[in-house]
């Protein structure tokens, strides 16, 4: 089959999973504001079952284009959400009562689906010929070609590095919804839809505990891309933008946990630090590629 | 030194220091600096707000990762992790050996000092009642949970006491091993049992702090004694391995020069392009030749660094054509000289360059193509689009393809005598990777020791009274102690089930 043809079924197939993880998400914000309890397995068989087409989408991104989802703004989105996505499942699996963190995880992990679907230049490319009636030229490498991989993109350190970004994402999320209920809970008082969730402290201590996979998972992701520029350019730090705000949130992190550990900074406190160390790595990984000159934003293309 | 130790270890200290290298590491991110822009830009800028300039070069805040006071900070950050290590080190090897130690009833009791809170397990129909205990262990901010156990009924009762407790052992012991959990050799035998789980944990602290310390030390290595050196070499051309050879070059502070000891010939460079005009690959084959005259091929790609002596060989992602002409000049020799050009990144762009030509008032402004037949990378039917200015008069202006001739309006003329590539090549000698290797080794097994293995200790004392038993349970963990309360009270029900099959299998 020709790569155009795979990609017209990897847009489509990410558009299905887009509709499952819509829904999913009316249905956990159902959950939470309507306070209906059907709501929330429905919510979470969604989601389970939009990581189906999910896997197929980027299974089919995956052969056509012959390397990772990892290259392009929107295979990074789609892959960072799939990833996201089995992290919450598996952390649900294991314990049941932290499926209402769906809430805060499904619409996040919606709005990265979106903007990879938006990001996708075969969708921006159909997109503007549909609005420019068909006058601008056709062909999928026209404009909107595959990237493909450059030469330093090989060898195990690189494949790390990509690998922990996006579980770090994963982890961070999870440590994020678990601090944004924690405050809910927190303000609404003990009643008895958050009495169903785990105690003040199980969710202190949850939030705590992803914050920390979160952190192992940057560490890995710093160090690997590290030893990655080591092999290629011949210098492991380079004050690079991207690898200085990695650092930077990697330091912010570090307090967070320092602050726990000596200060007893625990609960409310805490939970409202990690919202800071998690929108410093947002920007870190979405936000700086865009806004300033580095060596990664020619490679997130 | 005590002052300056207990300031160092100071947990303000600690994350004041974090903040401040953090801080640092915001400002030299978005306050341009001398390393990423050019000495134009800083010009311009003091032009423009000179005094605003003055405070930021005073501060040094254009060189923040250059800066005295960044390295100071460093060093205290390497002093403060160094104390750390140390003090964390000497710490953990006592209590490892107090835990070798059999446990007596006199420190088991020091460990129960709070009674009456936490979760207290209450046997249903199974002839054991619980009895609650709170736990604060020793040591800063560790807070167990405990609960007791009582042992009642017509299973323990009628045997020997020694034979008891050895079966109640037995017993407690399965059940902490099914939840991972390993009794401390040394106090096997005794009424008290100490269990313990992740044992390594304890150590992830240390060694990412040792980590850390590794790191520090091996960029203030590199940066005393790092030598790294770039050069263009064309196809068929020789660097000589000097110190004056490089095209540019960044020395350590007691570098001094950056001899490699060996020469480079590039015998061939071969780059490769997708179908999108993305590049493949870029490959350079190299003849190195040592200071004994011994010459050894290589194959140099951005994939695949060489290593010669100590010194590292890097493929740059730098490359071009360099062209070269031939001026004859009325009454002097003839000069030949190359111009190097960037290879542009779509194949339908020429490469362009305006140069100087060495020793004569001419500026040449290029624009070459590799094929001027159709858009390529390779030079299959090359020609340039050639400017020659002097002293501000245009002398030459036209296409002048391969092997022609452009004649200058006074006698002078240029000749497009050569095409070939050139590419940029690193050289790098920073005898601190293995620091670095083994500082990120470290500082990745800590932080997995610290949040994924967290240290968990459960203690156990037998008690007999009469004819019942009881068995009393605390632990404590030093990390995410609600989620540990939860494995506390899921394995004093587990002892529970345990103990009271063990009552219901001797009832005879």
Redo the contacts between chains.
């Keep these: 089959m020709e790569t155009i043809q795979l990609l017209k079924y990897e847009v489509i197939f990410h558009w299905i999973a887009l509709f499952f993880y819509l829904f999913s998400t009316i249905f956990f914000v159902r959950h939470v504001v309507f306070k209906n309890e059907k709501s929330l397995n429905v919510g979470l068989w969604l989601a389970l079952i939009g990581l189906i087409p999910h896997t197929i989408a980027l299974g089919i991104r995956w052969y056509a284009v012959g390397h990772g989802p990892y290259l392009q703004q929107m295979e990074s989105f789609s892959s960072t959400v799939w990833v996201s996505m089995v992290i919450f499942l598996v952390c649900v699996y294991k314990v049941p009562r932290l499926k209402s963190l769906g809430f805060v995880i499904l619409p996040c992990c919606l709005a990265m689906m979106i903007l990879g679907i938006i990001s996708n230049p075969w969708v921006s490319d159909q997109l503007a010929q549909t609005l420019d009636h068909g006058r601008l030229e056709k062909g999928i490498y026209a404009r909107s070609g595959v990237a493909k991989v450059p030469p330093t993109f090989c060898g195990i350190w690189f494949v790390i590095h990509i690998t922990f970004t996006i579980v770090a994402v994963g982890a961070i999320l999870i440590s994020l919804s678990t601090a944004i209920f924690y405050l809910l809970k927190k303000k609404k008082g003990e009643n008895e839809f958050y009495n169903k969730l785990p105690s003040l402290e199980a969710l202190d201590a949850y939030s705590y505990k992803y914050a920390g996979f979160g952190f192992i998972s940057w560490t890995i992701m710093v160090v690997s891309g590290s030893l990655w520029a080591e092999q290629s350019w011949g210098r492991y730090w380079g004050w690079d933008p991207i690898e200085t705000w990695s650092l930077i949130t990697l330091l912010l992190f570090g307090i967070y946990l320092h602050l726990r550990r000596f200060f007893k900074w625990q609960g409310e406190k805490a939970a409202w630090f990690i919202v800071v160390c998690i929108a410093f790595a947002i920007a870190t990984l979405f936000i700086i590629p865009f806004v300033m000159t580095t060596v990664h934003s020619q490679y997130f293309l | 030194m005590q002052k300056v130790k207990r300031f160092l270890l100071s947990?303000k200290t600690?994350?004041y220091l974090?903040?401040a290298?953090?801080i640092s590491?915001?400002a030299?991110?978005t306050i341009p600096?001398i390393?990423t822009k050019s000495p134009q830009f800083f010009e311009q800028w003091e032009a423009g707000s000179p005094s605003l300039y003055y405070v930021i070069d005073l501060l040094q805040l254009n060189q923040v990762?250059t800066s005295t006071w960044f390295l100071i900070l460093i060093a205290l950050v390497a002093l403060s992790l160094a104390y750390s290590v140390y003090y964390q080190s000497k710490t953990l090897i006592k209590l490892k050996e107090t835990a070798q130690r059999e446990i007596t009833e006199r420190s088991f009791k020091d460990f129960l000092v709070i009674r009456g809170q936490g979760s207290g397990i209450r046997g249903q129909g199974s002839g054991i009642r619980g009895q609650g205990s709170g736990i604060r262990g020793q040591g800063s901010?560790i807070r167990g949970q405990g609960s007791g156990i009582r042992g009642q009924g017509s299973g323990i009762r009628g045997q020997g006491s020694e034979v008891r407790v050895e079966e109640l052992a037995r017993k407690i012991k399965r059940v902490f091993k099914v939840r991972g959990y390993r009794l401390y050799p040394a106090i096997e035998k005794s009424r008290y049992f100490l269990f313990g789980k992740n044992r390594a944990g304890r150590w992830g602290g240390v060694i990412f702090h040792l980590g850390l310390l590794l790191c520090i030390l091996a960029?203030l290595y590199g940066l005393a004694f790092q030598k790294?050196g770039f050069v263009q070499l064309k196809q068929a051309d020789t660097f000589q391995g000097k110190n004056e050879d490089w095209q540019a070059k960044s020395l350590g502070v007691f570098a001094g020069n950056f001899d490699p000891g060996f020469k480079v010939y590039l015998n061939k460079f071969t780059p490769s392009y997708?179908?999108?005009d993305?590049?493949?690959?870029?490959e350079s084959s190299l003849t190195i030749i040592d200071s004994k005259g011994e010459a050894r091929e290589f194959l140099l790609?951005?994939?695949g660094?060489i290593r010669f002596k100590g010194t590292?060989v890097?493929q740059a992602?730098d490359y071009g054509y360099a062209i070269g002409f031939i001026l004859k000049k009325e009454g002097r020799e003839d000069i030949l000289t190359d111009f190097l050009l960037d290879v542009s990144r779509k194949k339908d762009k020429p490469l362009e360059g305006k140069m100087d030509f060495p020793t004569t008032d001419y500026i040449l402004n290029m624009k070459f193509y590799p094929n001027l037949i159709e858009p390529s990378f390779y030079a299959t039917f090359p020609g340039v689009d050639l400017t020659v200015m002097e002293k501000g008069e245009q002398r030459f202006k036209g296409r002048v393809l391969f092997s022609q001739r452009a004649g200058l309006n006074n006698k002078d003329s240029l000749s497009f005598i050569r095409i070939c590539y050139w590419t940029g090549l690193?050289f790098?000698k920073n005898c601190g990777?293995p620091l670095?290797?083994c500082g990120?080794a470290l500082?990745?097994l800590g932080?997995?020791l610290?949040?994924?293995l967290p240290y968990k200790q459960v203690y156990l004392k037998v008690t007999e009274d009469g004819n019942n038993i009881q068995v009393s349970m605390g632990g404590r963990s030093n990390?995410?102690?609600?989620?540990f309360?939860?494995e506390f009270k899921e394995l004093g029900e587990n002892l529970e089930k345990e103990l009271g099959k063990h009552g219901n299998d001797s009832v005879t």
Excluded: D, H
Aim: proline share 4%; glycine share 6%.
């Design positions: 947990r600690v994350i974090i903040c290298v953090g590491c915001l030299g991110s600096q390393t990762y901010g960029a790294r997708w179908e999108n993305q590049i493949k690959n870029l790609s951005p994939a660094p590292k890097y992602m690193t790098v990777m670095v290797y990120f500082s990745t932080a997995f610290i949040f994924m990390r995410y102690n609600a989620l309360s939860e």
